[in-house]
């Protein structure tokens, strides 16, 4: 499992962000800021793709 699908598991079970941080962060001994880099990555492609599902309609 990468961190990217443990983030999307937790959030599509509206876990909160500091519950997914430290989830990350405990499950692939990432720092803080570097658990906080793998959701803000997350947030990123969530975004693009948003826009996108506007564009096509």
């Known amino acids: ?5 443990l983030i999307r598991d937790k959030f599509s079970r509206d876990c909160s962000i500091e519950t997914v941080l430290h ?7 990432l720092s803080e800021e570097e658990a906080r880099a793998e959701i803000d990555e997350y947030f990123e492609i969530v975004d693009w793709m948003d826009k996108h599902r506007d564009i096509s309609k």
């Open 1 to 5: 499992m990468e961190p990217m699908d």
């Open 23 to 29: 989830l990350v962060m405990e499950n692939f001994e």
